[in-house]
């Protein structure tokens, strides 16, 4: 018998777990809103029916009353006119009006009691009501931006953050080969620039030395004799004024110089 109790409040737990599941918040607050709506208006329905019954009780008292009254000035008037037994007759009918009308009055009283205790609890249902209708807003809201939570939260775990970031670093490792290549070239550039300069200054510097190995080579002229060292300076300095051969040497030099910036 124990095994079958645990077996049976396994399987109404299993249930309860799966109807609460079940139960979306947005509609089991507007059902529970339409169900105090449904109530209201049974309550009004209520309180009608508990009006019209008071406003009738009223009515038949007021009549009993009136007749109790009538019937006891007919009495009066029969006792003037000496007629003991139609005096007799008509308090009769005026003690039965006026028992009527004081049960009536009762009645009335209860009705009234009734009626203002309906009417209080249907002022109460409709505060409720409201109140109701306004945290129903609010559950809803909460119940939303808690279901978009939910969602961001299993849309951010789907996201294999791994991968991403794979993608970022591996972005980043050929970004910093482009600019590694890029520098490369710069500084490739900037050296042949510079290898191209060090071989004119290394041309000049050659054809400079081949030059003077050449003067050195050249025998000097013998001294003229019976001269003056007046004439021999002249004659020194008519020699070293520039001839057509230097002119020529000097052109071709710079037309070679001409071919190797064209060159660069």
Same mark, same amino acid.
């Given at each position: 018998?124990?095994?079958?109790?645990?077996?049976?409040?396994?399987?109404?737990?299993?249930?309860?777990?799966?109807?609460?599941?079940?139960?979306?918040?947005?509609?089991?607050?507007?059902?529970?809103?339409?169900?105090?709506?449904?109530?209201?208006?049974?309550?009004?329905?209520?309180?009608?029916?508990?009006?019209?019954?008071?406003?009738?009780?009223?009515?038949?008292?007021?009549?009993?009353?009136?007749?109790?009254?009538?019937?006891?000035?007919?009495?009066?008037?029969?006792?003037?006119?000496?007629?003991?037994?139609?005096?007799?007759?008509?308090?009769?009918?005026?003690?039965?009006?006026?028992?009527?009308?004081?049960?009536?009055?009762?009645?009335?009283?209860?009705?009234?009691?009734?009626?203002?205790?309906?009417?209080?609890?249907?002022?109460?249902?409709?505060?409720?009501?409201?109140?109701?209708?306004?945290?129903?807003?609010?559950?809803?809201?909460?119940?939303?931006?808690?279901?978009?939570?939910?969602?961001?939260?299993?849309?951010?775990?789907?996201?294999?953050?791994?991968?991403?970031?794979?993608?970022? #670093?591996?972005? #980043?490792?050929?970004?910093?080969?482009?600019?590694?290549?890029?520098?490369?070239?710069?500084?490739?550039?900037?050296?042949?620039?510079?290898?191209?300069?060090?071989?004119?200054?290394?041309?000049?510097?050659?054809?400079?030395?081949?030059?003077?190995?050449?003067?050195?080579?050249?025998?000097?002229?013998?001294?003229?004799?019976?001269?003056?060292?007046?004439?021999?300076?002249?004659?020194?300095?008519?020699?070293?004024?520039?001839?057509?051969?230097?002119?020529?040497?000097?052109?071709?030099?710079?037309?070679?110089?001409?071919?190797?910036?064209?060159?660069?």
């Amino acid at each position: 018998m124990g095994f079958l109790d645990r077996l049976g409040r396994v399987v109404r737990a299993n249930l309860n777990d799966m109807v609460s599941k079940a139960e979306d918040p947005e509609k089991v607050l507007e059902q529970a809103v339409a169900d105090m709506g449904e109530s209201l208006v049974q309550l009004r329905q209520s309180v009608a029916r508990a009006i019209a019954a008071q406003k009738k009780t009223e009515q038949q008292y007021n009549k009993n009353k009136i007749e109790a009254g009538n019937w006891q000035k007919r009495a009066e008037l029969a006792i003037s006119k000496n007629d003991e037994a139609l005096a007799r007759e008509a308090l009769v009918r005026k003690k039965t009006f006026a028992d009527t009308a004081a049960v009536l009055e009762q009645q009335l009283a209860q009705q009234n009691q009734q009626v203002k205790v309906l009417k209080t609890n249907l002022m109460a249902l409709e505060s409720k009501i409201q109140e109701a209708k306004t945290k129903k807003d609010m559950l809803k809201a909460r119940a939303n931006a808690a279901k978009a939570n939910v969602e961001l939260q299993s849309t951010m775990n789907n996201i294999d953050s791994s991968s991403a970031m794979g993608a970022f #670093e591996k972005m #980043e490792d050929k970004i910093m080969e482009l600019e590694a290549r890029s520098e490369a070239v710069n500084v490739i550039g900037s050296s042949d620039l510079e290898q191209q300069f060090a071989q004119l200054e290394a041309s000049s510097t050659v054809d400079d030395e081949l030059a003077m190995l050449k003067a050195a080579s050249q025998p000097a002229a013998p001294a003229l004799e019976g001269s003056s060292v007046e004439e021999i300076q002249d004659q020194s300095s008519a020699s070293s004024e520039p001839t057509e051969e230097d002119f020529a040497a000097v052109d071709a030099e710079l037309e070679e110089l001409r071919a190797q910036m064209k060159n660069m």
